[in-house]
């Protein structure tokens, strides 16, 4: 057997990285939590994860035992998962051990990223609520599909940005997030689509007067599209801009990217769009940050009273299940996804059924 010792930050990059490095069929020897170093005050707490590979001969294969071999095989696939969840999910190793063929729906939860907290919690509510009378087999389908409808329940979608001028008043659209997650880039994909995909008169805002550079991509992208961009800076020119735009049927507005521990910064950007301006606000969130900064992100940048979610970068990272989290811990539906570079192609407008698929790792193509 090869072998080969894993560290990560958590246990969900550690599988990610032996099912990538060697492959589905690796298993799971050990894991333990490495404790800080007392010459590291600042350290990350660590997890070292022990994996093996068989190595099967040729004459192995063509053996007469090969059904017996698959069947060890499975086994040892189930033996796996339970090491791999036992040894972080609280509460949950005792039910587990009572529901064994139930330990692979966890195990994947987990490997999609969602938290130990969120997928322990769907395992035992799906548990709950199947018939002691079935077969194992029979609980492990109950599981899933109970684990399914319970994700869909939680997973709140809205399109925001399907609406005419019939009213005379356009609907104005700002972006807000952290710096880096992609809003200008997400702003030029949805302006593509709404102009040539659903034929909407669409002018664009920026006032974003921090980033070099940031009017000029957005306007660049305007030019390409023959769409209005003008820059505001100000509440004077913000209200000028949005009565220059008066006759569009959408109007999106681009805002810097600030870290959301910067108080100062995010109240200036409120101060901005909030007051008299009957804006809805997007918060724009990378999938490639660790859930706990997602997190910190939304409740700082929840002075904005988000309308909706717009998750980016799904298409950098296997772990798309910290969208489920998210959404269940703020209660805000999502509106966008963004799956790449490419303008326009690359943006998704998802329902429910859509999300589930990204969250689990099979996510469509852009709109």
Same mark, same amino acid.
Request: aromatic share 6%.
């Given at each position: 057997?090869?072998?080969? #010792?894993?560290?990560?930050?958590?246990?969900?990059?550690?599988?990610?990285?032996?099912?990538?490095?060697?492959?589905?069929?690796?298993?799971?020897? @050990?894991?333990?939590?490495? *404790?800080?170093?007392?010459?590291?005050? $600042?350290?990350?707490?660590?997890?070292?994860?022990?994996?093996?590979?068989?190595?099967?001969?040729? @004459?192995?294969?063509?053996?007469?035992?090969?059904?017996?071999?698959?069947?060890?095989?499975?086994?040892?696939?189930?033996?796996?998962?339970? #090491?791999? =969840?036992?040894?972080?999910?609280?509460?949950? +190793?005792?039910?587990?051990?009572?529901?064994?063929?139930?330990?692979?729906? &966890?195990?994947?939860?987990?490997?999609?990223?969602?938290?130990?907290?969120?997928? @322990?919690?769907?395992?035992?509510?799906? %548990?709950?609520?199947?018939?002691? +009378?079935?077969?194992?087999?029979?609980?492990?389908?109950?599981?899933?599909?109970? =684990?399914?409808?319970?994700?869909?329940?939680?997973?709140?979608?809205?399109?925001?940005?399907?609406?005419?001028?019939?009213?005379?008043?356009?609907? =104005?659209?700002?972006?807000?997030? *952290? !710096?880096? =997650?992609?809003?200008? !880039?997400?702003?030029?994909?949805?302006?593509? %689509?709404?102009?040539?995909?659903?034929?909407?008169?669409?002018?664009?805002?920026?006032?974003?007067? $921090?980033?070099?550079?940031?009017?000029?991509?957005?306007?660049? $992208?305007?030019?390409?599209?023959?769409?209005?961009?003008?820059?505001?800076?100000?509440?004077?020119?913000? @209200?000028?801009?949005?009565?220059?735009?008066?006759?569009?049927?959408?109007?999106?507005?681009?805002?810097?990217?600030? +870290?959301?521990?910067?108080?100062?910064?995010?109240?200036?950007?409120?101060? &901005?769009?909030?007051?008299?301006?009957?804006?809805?606000?997007?918060?724009?969130?990378?999938?490639?940050?660790?859930?706990?900064?997602?997190?910190?992100?939304?409740?700082?940048?929840?002075?904005?009273?988000?309308?909706? $979610?717009?998750?980016?970068?799904?298409?950098?990272?296997?772990?798309?299940?910290?969208?489920?989290?998210?959404?269940?811990?703020?209660?805000?539906?999502?509106?966008?996804?963004?799956?790449?570079?490419?303008?326009?192609?690359?943006?998704?407008?998802?329902?429910?059924?859509?999300? %589930?698929?990204?969250?689990?790792?099979?996510?469509?193509?852009?709109?």
């Amino acid at each position: 057997m090869n072998k080969k #010792i894993f560290r990560a930050p958590n246990i969900q990059d550690a599988l990610a990285t032996i099912k990538e490095e060697m492959g589905p069929d690796a298993m799971i020897l @050990s894991t333990r939590k490495l *404790p800080k170093s007392p010459r590291d005050p $600042y350290g990350k707490e660590m997890f070292e994860v022990e994996a093996g590979l068989n190595v099967v001969t040729e @004459s192995a294969k063509t053996g007469s035992n090969t059904s017996d071999f698959e069947g060890l095989r499975a086994d040892i696939s189930e033996i796996r998962d339970m #090491i791999a =969840v036992a040894g972080f999910s609280s509460g949950m +190793s005792s039910v587990l051990c009572r529901h064994f063929d139930s330990v692979g729906v &966890l195990a994947s939860l987990l490997r999609c990223g969602v938290s130990d907290r969120l997928a @322990s919690s769907l395992i035992q509510e799906a %548990l709950e609520a199947i018939s002691p +009378s079935m077969t194992p087999a029979e609980q492990v389908k109950a599981v899933k599909r109970k =684990v399914m409808q319970s994700c869909l329940s939680r997973l709140k979608f809205k399109d925001f940005f399907n609406r005419n001028n019939d009213s005379g008043v356009p609907h =104005v659209a700002g972006f807000v997030g *952290p !710096t880096g =997650v992609g809003k200008t !880039t997400t702003i030029a994909k949805l302006a593509a %689509l709404l102009t040539f995909n659903r034929k909407m008169k669409v002018g664009l805002i920026s006032i974003d007067n $921090y980033r070099i550079g940031a009017f000029e991509q957005l306007k660049a $992208y305007a030019g390409i599209m023959g769409i209005l961009c003008v820059p505001a800076f100000s509440r004077q020119d913000l @209200s000028c801009a949005l009565a220059r735009m008066r006759s569009m049927d959408m109007v999106l507005i681009d805002t810097a990217g600030h +870290s959301h521990f910067d108080k100062e910064k995010l109240d200036e950007i409120l101060g &901005l769009i909030k007051n008299d301006f009957n804006i809805s606000v997007h918060l724009t969130l990378s999938v490639t940050a660790e859930l706990i900064n997602m997190k910190e992100a939304a409740s700082a940048f929840s002075i904005f009273s988000p309308d909706s $979610y717009v998750f980016t970068k799904i298409d950098e990272t296997k772990r798309c299940g910290k969208i489920l989290d998210q959404v269940s811990n703020f209660n805000i539906p999502v509106s966008l996804v963004t799956n790449g570079q490419k303008v326009p192609e690359d943006l998704i407008i998802p329902d429910s059924p859509g999300l %589930l698929k990204i969250i689990l790792g099979n996510a469509p193509k852009g709109d």
